[in-house]
């Protein structure tokens, strides 16, 4: 009973990863209607900053607000100088500067970092298990479910209980509305990217010392990330967070039942949840 007790808090913490990573892409998409493949690229940028922060010798907790918030900023001004210009067109004009964009930071890592994956070194306080009983767990893998459930309720009051979420909400049912209010619509636009873009890389920073860092780690985010988009509804931050915990709970407990279609699974609980929910879980129709 404790192997599937323990798959299922494990499903929680990677949903929770995956519900960080998916979050920025579903809040973008919903208000920009803007098709993000370089998505996982900031996931990629933000583990390996922190890496090289680390290599510095700067301590880990510096290097999980350092990396989120410089990776943020670059993609507030891919945003401002490149992105903002091919809004306004076809999804395929987004899908070939994003994917473009991926490759370039993929390569970009490479060139740096070396095409072999490392290792990042766990915080020395969150070293060791925690025991309740018979039940054993990684300290460090409960500090990832705290922390990034914190961090959900911190993002939810942010969305729902100030001005700029109010705006964020709005622009993602009509922009125009927003700009006859005036708001400065691009402002929002920017933040809004730039904020989807630091939620991915803090997926990445604290990601890294459970799985390690390599230059391939962003397309296998990428996937994952559109998967909860799907399942959870576009644009729909309870879609992200329900979507994330639903992905991970299914991979984690399927990786003791049947390890070699654990990745698989996921797709067929897509598939699944498409059947009986077009729209996703949370999303609009």
């Known amino acids: 009973m404790n192997v599937y007790l323990l798959q299922i808090v494990n499903g929680i913490g990677l949903g929770m990863l995956y519900f960080l990573l998916a979050v920025g892409l579903s809040i973008v998409f919903g208000l920009l209607r803007f098709v993000n493949f370089a998505h996982g690229a900031f996931y990629l940028l933000g583990a390996y900053l922190a890496y090289q922060l680390l290599r510095w ?3 880990f907790w510096l290097a999980l607000a350092v990396a989120p918030l410089a990776i943020g900023a670059l993609a507030w001004l891919l945003e401002k100088a490149l992105l903002r210009h091919v809004y306004d067109h076809p999804h395929e004009f987004h899908i070939l500067i994003t994917v473009g964009l991926a490759l370039v930071v993929q390569e ?9 994956g490392d290792n990042i070194a766990i915080p020395a306080v969150l070293q060791g298990v925690v025991i309740w009983g018979s ?68 997926a990445g920073v604290l990601a890294a010392p459970i799985r390690g860092v390599d230059p391939f780690m962003g397309l296998e ?43 698989l699974m996921i797709y067929i609980a897509m598939a699944a949840v498409l059947l009986l929910r077009p729209h996703g879980l949370m999303g609009r129709g």
């Open 57 to 59: 010798g700067m301590n």
């Open 108 to 116: 970009v890592v490479i060139l740096i970092w070396g095409p072999i």
């Open 135 to 202: 039940f054993v767990y990684p300290k460090y893998r409960l500090f990832v479910i705290g922390f990034t459930a914190v961090f959900a309720l911190a993002l939810w009051w942010v969305l729902e209980g100030t001005r700029i979420g109010s705006a964020v909400r709005a622009g993602s049912e009509s922009t125009e509305t927003v700009s006859l209010l005036g708001i400065n619509v691009f402002r929002i636009l920017s933040l809004v990217f730039a904020l989807g873009a630091a939620t991915a890389a803090l």
């Open 221 to 263: 985010a990428l996937s994952v990330a559109f998967v909860i988009v799907v399942v959870g509804g576009m644009g729909s931050f309870g879609g992200a967070l329900v979507g994330g915990l639903l992905i991970g709970i299914v991979q984690s407990v399927m990786s003791s039942l049947w390890p070699q279609g654990a990745q």
